[in-house]
């Protein structure tokens, strides 16, 4: 508190004391500048009517210094002019005499808490800053920690990676760090979508054509391989890729060279090749749909990406990172998320992983009408959420289930959590995947030509 009135202040110090404010005050706005910097304060209060340096003076030095701190003036009742000059130099809010106290400490409570969420915006804003070096990708949990050093580990490698993970989890985002971290990075990195392009102009969009090599081939092209040279090419969604094609994919990643549509001589090229899918391709081998031996040459090494609900107080980071690019896009003054929209986006379990929450954090700006977005913003998937107990069945004795029971559900609902990716779900409930066939096969959950 800064009042030239002695009085004042220590009245007002008792009041606030019953509030469960701890407060300190000074006699002269000089004095009270000078030990901001040696204080942990949340507020500051000041009169704006003081000898020497005066409120609006005191709010100005304080905005430039510490931006966060919000400043509530005190003005005499009436005096419109010198509250609005006070809210000019960057007053939080502003009381007037004679003060009201039970007004004080409604106001005085808002600016506390709002320079709360302003430290704890800077907080994760500062981790997101440090984690986002890795092209983007952030979080402090531990599964992410294990994928940002297998990363840092295999980067600099020459072998072809694959890259797994159920869609929305940012794999595109990884094969990006893979290459800007190896010494590929200053040449191209070019990015093909599998299940994109029709079947007919794949192999034209990967290995090029040559004039007059079809109908449509009016001038020569120059296909994907050859764009990345010297650089990484990532294909994306494999395990879409044609049959009909593999044999040739796979032929140019043995050779490192490639032959285009209609060309009679094979060109060699120098691309490092990391693929993703969110399919089970042991599954896609078993059925014939994918060839063993491609699934090999891709998946030298391989990356397992964590799902978000599996990684803990992540999705918080995330969820304030997307909310400031948004904010900063839409040009509107959101900082942060309530308590309430925290635990919403904590305990929500994300079946469209990062991209669901990204487009959630910008439903939520988009549609709030305060500095933090609050429940009613999400979307209302997300806010009429709720954990089921479908494991364990009620509290009726009669509702318990067998043991027998609990595995086939939860069984049930690891599969579906992971997209149908029959190996995955195996690692997640530490079988292999012959238990895990013979068990859906009991609970009739398996295709009669998938057994066959």
Same mark, same amino acid.
């Given at each position: *508190?800064?009042?030239?009135?002695?009085? *004042?202040?220590?009245?007002?110090?008792?009041?606030?004391?019953? $509030?469960?404010?701890?407060?300190?005050?000074?006699?002269?706005?000089?004095?009270?500048? =000078? +030990?901001?910097?040696?204080?942990?304060?949340?507020?500051?209060?000041?009169?704006?009517?003081?000898?020497? *340096?005066?409120?609006?003076?005191?709010?100005?030095?304080?905005?430039?210094?510490?931006?966060?701190?919000?400043?509530?003036?005190?003005?005499?009742?009436?005096? /419109?002019?010198?509250?609005?000059? =006070?809210?000019?130099?960057?007053?939080?809010?502003?009381?007037?005499?004679?003060?009201?106290?039970?007004?004080?400490?409604?106001?005085?409570?808002?600016?506390?808490?709002?320079?709360? /969420?302003?430290?704890?915006?800077?907080?994760?804003?500062?981790?997101?800053? %440090?984690?986002?070096?890795?092209?983007?990708?952030?979080?402090?949990?531990?599964?992410?920690?294990?994928?940002?050093?297998?990363?840092?580990?295999?980067?600099?490698?020459?072998?072809?990676?694959?890259?797994?993970?159920?869609?929305?989890?940012? %794999?595109?985002?990884?094969? #990006?760090?893979?290459?800007?971290?190896?010494?590929?990075?200053?040449?191209?990195?070019?990015?093909?979508?599998?299940?994109?392009?029709?079947?007919?102009?794949?192999?034209?969009?990967?290995? !090029?054509?040559? $004039?007059?090599?079809?109908?449509?081939? #009016?001038?020569?092209?120059?296909? /994907?391989?050859?764009? &990345?040279?010297? !650089?990484?090419?990532?294909?994306?969604?494999?395990?879409?890729?044609? /049959?009909?094609?593999?044999? #040739?994919?796979?032929?140019?990643?043995?050779?490192?060279?490639?032959?285009?549509?209609?060309?009679?001589?094979? +060109?060699?090229?120098?691309?490092?090749?990391? &693929?993703?899918?969110?399919?089970?391709?042991?599954?896609?081998?078993?059925?014939?749909?994918?060839?063993?031996?491609?699934?090999?040459?891709?998946?030298?090494?391989?990356?397992?990406?964590?799902?978000? $609900?599996?990684?803990?107080?992540?999705?918080?980071?995330?969820?304030?990172?997307?909310?400031?690019?948004?904010?900063? @896009?839409?040009?509107?003054?959101?900082?942060? *998320?309530?308590?309430?929209?925290?635990?919403?986006?904590?305990?929500?379990?994300?079946?469209?992983?990062?991209?669901?929450?990204?487009?959630?954090?910008?439903?939520?700006?988009?549609?709030?009408?305060?500095?933090?977005?609050?429940?009613?913003?999400?979307?209302?998937?997300?806010?009429?959420?709720?954990?089921?107990?479908?494991?364990?069945?009620?509290?009726?004795?009669?509702?318990?289930?067998?043991?027998?029971?609990?595995?086939?559900?939860?069984?049930?609902?690891?599969?579906?959590?992971?997209?149908?990716?029959?190996?995955?779900? =195996?690692?997640?409930?530490?079988?292999?995947?012959?238990?895990?066939?013979? #068990?859906?096969?009991?609970?009739?959950?398996?295709? @009669?030509?998938?057994?066959?």
């Amino acid at each position: *508190m800064v009042d030239d009135d002695q009085t *004042m202040c220590e009245m007002t110090a008792a009041f606030l004391r019953t $509030r469960g404010f701890e407060s300190s005050w000074y006699t002269s706005a000089e004095a009270a500048f =000078a +030990v901001l910097p040696t204080g942990e304060f949340d507020v500051v209060l000041t009169d704006l009517n003081m000898p020497g *340096m005066n409120g609006v003076d005191l709010c100005e030095r304080i905005v430039a210094n510490r931006p966060d701190l919000p400043v509530v003036v005190i003005t005499a009742f009436g005096s /419109l002019e010198t509250a609005v000059a =006070a809210l000019r130099a960057g007053a939080y809010d502003f009381v007037t005499k004679p003060i009201e106290m039970n007004m004080l400490g409604f106001v005085l409570n808002r600016a506390a808490k709002h320079h709360s /969420l302003q430290q704890e915006v800077k907080k994760l804003s500062e981790i997101a800053e %440090k984690s986002a070096r890795c092209q983007g990708l952030i979080g402090e949990s531990v599964p992410m920690q294990q994928l940002l050093d297998r990363i840092r580990r295999i980067a600099d490698s020459e072998v072809s990676v694959l890259i797994c993970g159920e869609s929305g989890t940012g %794999k595109e985002l990884v094969a #990006k760090a893979l290459h800007t971290q190896s010494h590929r990075h200053g040449c191209p990195f070019v990015a093909v979508s599998c299940a994109a392009i029709p079947e007919p102009l794949l192999e034209s969009e990967l290995f !090029g054509h040559k $004039r007059g090599a079809f109908t449509d081939a #009016k001038v020569e092209r120059k296909g /994907l391989f050859l764009q &990345a040279n010297g !650089g990484t090419l990532f294909l994306d969604e494999i395990g879409a890729f044609p /049959l009909s094609l593999q044999p #040739k994919l796979l032929r140019a990643l043995e050779e490192r060279r490639l032959r285009p549509v209609g060309a009679d001589q094979e +060109v060699p090229f120098d691309v490092r090749v990391i &693929a993703a899918t969110h399919r089970d391709l042991e599954a896609a081998v078993e059925e014939e749909r994918f060839r063993e031996d491609l699934l090999f040459r891709i998946n030298v090494v391989q990356i397992e990406l964590p799902p978000l $609900r599996s990684r803990g107080t992540d999705v918080l980071l995330l969820g304030q990172h997307f909310l400031t690019q948004s904010a900063a @896009r839409s040009s509107k003054h959101v900082i942060g *998320m309530s308590h309430a929209v925290a635990e919403k986006l904590l305990s929500y379990a994300w079946p469209g992983n990062v991209r669901e929450l990204r487009n959630a954090i910008e439903h939520a700006v988009i549609l709030t009408r305060h500095e933090e977005i609050m429940v009613e913003d999400l979307p209302e998937k997300i806010r009429a959420y709720h954990s089921s107990n479908v494991f364990v069945g009620g509290n009726d004795p009669a509702e318990l289930l067998s043991m027998e029971e609990v595995e086939r559900r939860y069984i049930l609902h690891v599969l579906q959590a992971v997209g149908g990716n029959k190996t995955l779900a =195996a690692r997640v409930l530490g079988f292999d995947r012959t238990t895990l066939h013979r #068990k859906l096969c009991l609970y009739g959950a398996v295709d @009669r030509d998938e057994t066959s």
